[in-house]
């Protein structure tokens, strides 16, 4: 802290993790390394405990790189990542299990070879945590919060539903109490009903556990859903950062305006819409990513058309 | 999104950093022979004079041959000598290795085309006839053992075969009647064939399975799905995208065979009796001649690199998304 | 009017290792010429089904089991190969979902825009088509390959080919899902541009209420393989009749207020392996009575839109 710049530990940080300053490029690697150009340029962000930040933006504009630096993964090129006041690189062993990420594919952290129950407990299995019966106590518990039977442990990811599975992913993110979350489009493949139960587990987790969320999704009616206040990205940069009414009523940025209209709200009326004509409109944008093709029973057939 | 280079100075960018590495792997390659063969128990005196030579005969050829200075000095000599096209002089024939290798090349480059068009042209058909039935079962199955028993019989088993059955017969092709290209291309085929079916049929299967593989997964890929709701019919589908697309993988595994091809040329020439360089390196190995062996596996390595740089040539050709990757990284 | 696109009551199955399964269980609609209709239904509703039906593009391990569908009087399934294979490429276009796999990687734009020319196309018609679709035409644009174009780009690219052959109908399947807020907006006013310039009539696969509200002249909202509502975007969308919609309605982000909560729909859908003599979505729903569980509903119409439900008379009154 010989700098001066970074901020003091002291009581408000509890829990909080802090982006100051953050730039981050992605090196090229070899002897005359030269950077790329900024994927994320003099971010500056909290997400204090028991707090949801919602993180916006069109793809390529920087999110995921956001998480990667939030949680340690990649070190920024310039600037801190601060954790309760103090740099992440400098209480790297301490932090170990204190962070955790659900990704938009739960395929992607369980493994299809082992049980539920085997995968949920493995970040508490690697830190060694624990006896085994405890941790098998654990699990069991773990399911029974995210609303899944104790049973489900003993099945292998194929035999759960993609909401199911999603769930497995966030107890096996819960399971060693962590102090901040990311979710990266962690309901975007989800049908709408499965997508409300999730974003209501997420709300109901964090009431209950009061950890710090970085919420990473492009769909804004999502992520001003479960959000206490809105990043909004753009090439980079945060253009916009406001509590969540702002985003229900009128945000200040025009990209933030365009994000916000892609929701048609209810009780607005569109005048000028593409479809010619001026009509009354009640509803709402419902905007998860469907599956690639090759996942539905029609997919992929046309090979057989040959 | 990246702006498209000429693709003419990224591929020369390409071949001119590939050269440069291979060049220096080359020159990796020339130090382990030269201290391999000079590990290896028998002396160039031994082979060249004899057991029963005196020890004064032996010393004069040192000094003749340079043998007597330290080994990195003898390499330094050697290897300024290879630069300028001098490969030394063979031991037993006292000619020189450059121009018997020069003299036999085209015989055994003749061998590797022959087998790799062979190969092309029983293979890809195969690939695609059986990549194209896709859930068939007889085809999955029928394609699965053949591959298996082509590549895992040994070209020498094979050869053997072929020899014992077409040197006891009248059947069109021959066995160890070699007449050059230039002179009677009838004769020069039927003798070369057997031997270039020999070494093909290891390629057979690697580009049959290889390509099965490649054409099923193409098959399968969603621009092949949109070529199908856009109504082109099968051949068009076949010749506009799965044929391209296929190849890239196979590719992969010719540039494996042609490294093959290069290590087979020595068996099956021997046992056909072609007078390739195969045959040369393989006389080389057993009598000791080593600088041809020397030579030898350093013109094999050489063509091994060469064959590493077209192959990635190629790829950018064939799969432009590689060549861009290339030319921004 | 005469309607372009009949369906009337297809049922079709898809044979699996698990045994049959059923995707479309008795699913109608007609739609008219120059009509974008939005078909909206979570994954397991059948809407992918009623796609690829339409432009004829069923994979051969679906089995038809009744129904047919018409398409300017003509039934598709009839066609032999060659007829099957002039109506893909003159009559209807597909647009995938995502456009980036969906074009050939080995092959530029311009020779790929050829190719959907049905050969034919010189220099300026391809340059043509490209400006249609709002594409730059000059060359340098037209001569790369689909990974040196941007999302937006690839899925315009994507247009131009399914419209080349002018046809009179496109399937469009989820085309915008891959895409940002921003691509999205222009990527769907392109297909209503064009709906009005060529006179396409436009089948649009959708989970997203939101947008099919705002550019699509009807809603279909399937489910279990069934339209269980059918009628225009405005209607169907403040007034549902069938409680599935309204579910769907209650359970998607986007028209809470702050502090409100969504509600998940209870229950599961459930695989469906033979006609269903009763309400696909009789499980789930809050208003099901006895009569839901043993008499398969009849489409009627209800408040000017078509839908599947005993009850739908009082779902509409119970929206104020």
Known sequence: ?306 | MAPRLSSVGSIGMVIGRRALSGFVTLLGVSVLIFVAIHLTPGSYEQVVLGPRATPEARAQLAVQYGLDDPLPVQYGKWLGQAAQGDLGISLITQAPVLDEFVRRMPVTLELAIMALVIAFIFGVPLALVSGLAGGRRAARHGTRVVGALAMSVPDFVLACILVYLFSRSQWFFTVGDFAPLGEDPVANFRAMFLPALTLSVFGIALIARTGRDAVQAVTQALYVTAAVAAGESRWQIIRRHILRNAAIPVLTVTATFAGYILGGAVIVETLYGIPGVGLYVFNGISSRDYTVVQAGVLLAAAIFIAINILTDVLYGVLDPRIGSRRARG | MTPIITVSDVALEYATKQGPVRALDGTSAEIHPGEIIGVVGESGSGKSSLGLAIAGLLPPNARWLSGEVLIDGQDVRSLDDAARRRFRRRQCGFIFQNAMSALDPTMRLHKQFRYALNGRGDDGSVAELAASVGLPTDKAVLRRYPHELSGGMAQRAMIAKAIAARPKIVVADEPTASLDAAMRTQVLELLVSLRSDLGLTCVLLSHDLGLVLRYCDRIAVMYSGRVVEYGTPELVLSRPAHPYTNALLRAAPGREAPGQRVQPIPGMQTAVRERSERCAFVDRCQRAEERCATVRPDPRLVDDRQVLCHFAEQEVSSVS
């Open chain 1, 1 to 306: 802290m010989s700098d001066g710049r970074a901020p003091r530990p002291v009581a408000d940080d509890a829990g909080t993790v802090r982006l100051d300053s953050v730039s981050f490029a992605y090196g090229r690697g070899g002897l005359f390394a030269r950077r790329g150009a900024d994927v994320v340029r003099d971010v500056s962000l909290a997400v204090a405990k028991g707090e949801t930040i919602g993180l916006v933006g069109e793809s390529g504009s920087g999110k995921t790189t956001i998480g990667r630096l939030a949680l340690g993964v990649n070190p920024p090129t310039r600037g801190q990542v601060l954790f309760e006041g103090v740099p992440l690189e400098r209480q790297r062993r301490q932090l170990r299990g204190r962070f955790q990420v659900v990704l938009q594919h739960p395929e992607w952290s369980l493994n299809p070879r082992l049980r539920v129950g085997t995968s949920v407990a493995e970040p508490l299995t690697v830190g060694k945590v624990g006896t085994r019966t405890e941790r098998h106590e654990k699990v069991g518990a773990l399911l029974e919060l995210v609303g899944l039977h104790e049973s489900l442990a003993q099945r292998y990811p194929h035999e759960l539903s993609g909401g199911q599975q999603q769930r497995v992913a966030i107890a096996r993110a819960l399971i060693t109490q962590p102090d901040f979350i990311v979710f990266d489009e962690a309901v975007s493949a989800l049908d709408v009903s499965v997508q409300a139960q999730t974003l209501n587990l997420i709300k109901t987790l964090q009431e209950a556990e009061g950890f710090a969320a970085l919420f990473i999704s492009h769909d804004m009616a999502a992520v001003r859903y479960v959000s206490d206040s809105v990043a909004v990205m753009m090439a980079g940069e945060i253009v916009e950062s406001s509590p969540v009414q702002t985003f229900y009523g009128s945000p200040n940025h025009p990209y933030s305006r365009l994000l916000v209209d892609s929701i048609v709200s209810s009780g607005e009326s569109l005048t000028g819409s593409p479809r010619g004509g001026t009509h009354a409109t009640a509803a709402l944008g419902a905007d998860q990513e469907k599956r690639p093709l090759g996942d539905t029973p029609e997919a992929g057939a046309a090979r057989h058309h040959l």
